[in-house]
């Protein structure tokens, strides 16, 4: 059955996403066909906000990230760069589902470790370097609302600090074991891994659920 959904998505690939391919994603993700579908709604608005297309493109997804501000940073392009799993300069609907799933409360931490690995090597290069380092230290700044009070040399000092007790290797950058290891002694750093309202997204489109041909069982999946 999932075999013969594949195919008929494949072959009407030019066609907006279909309910086989929701399913599909269903079954490979944390999220149920319900979820799928609510996400679809989100797409949608997200895919429209710069260039009207069936594509979240850069400038889409750095208007939704920045709250507006077309401010671009490292840290967003990185992530951009994280969605568009195929790198083809776009996100497909099916990008967006995957990476989506990694910040469901539901999804294993080993993905989410992984995954903010990969966000915080900013230039690709299979480490987390002081750079990296540096936008990690700020968000979490940021988060506890300390950025404003500290001085750029006093950030940068906590940045040297961290980086020095993390650096076990000492080749001053951060490769996946030490990464790994910060992460078991600082569970925080992977807090913005998770989204909670990712539990609750059909709540956020509840019109969704009473439109859909989706089977009512599928809602308690
Ligand atoms: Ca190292």
């Given at each position: 059955m999932r075999s013969l959904a594949r195919c008929f998505c494949s072959s009407n690939a030019k066609h907006p996403p279909k309910f086989e391919e929701h399913a599909i994603l269903a079954d490979e993700t944390t999220f149920s066909v319900n979820e799928v579908e609510a996400l679809y709604i989100l797409f949608e608005q997200l895919s429209s906000s710069a260039i009207d297309d069936d594509f979240i493109h850069k400038e889409d997804f750095l208007l939704a990230i920045s709250n507006g501000s077309s401010k671009q940073n490292l840290l967003s392009e990185r992530l951009f760069d994280l969605f568009d799993a195929k790198r083809k300069g776009v996100i497909e609907f099916g990008e967006f589902v995957r990476a989506l799933h990694i910040f469901h409360p539901d999804a294993r931490e080993a993905e989410k470790i992984s995954f903010a690995f990969r966000l915080y090597d900013l230039r690709h290069t299979g480490y987390i370097e002081r750079e990296g380092l540096k936008e990690m230290v700020l968000a979490t700044l940021r988060e506890h609302e300390l950025d404003l009070c500290l001085s750029i040399d006093a950030v940068e000092a906590i940045v040297d600090k961290t980086l020095q007790e993390v650096d076990l290797k000492g080749d001053g950058k951060i490769d996946e074991e030490e990464w790994k290891d910060l992460v078991a002694k600082n569970?925080?750093?992977?807090?913005?891994?998770?989204?909670?309202c990712l539990r609750d997204i059909t709540l956020a489109f509840p019109h969704f659920v009473v439109e859909s041909e989706v089977p009512d069982s599928e809602l308690f999946r």
């Open positions: 569970p925080s750093l992977i807090k913005n891994m998770t989204l909670p």
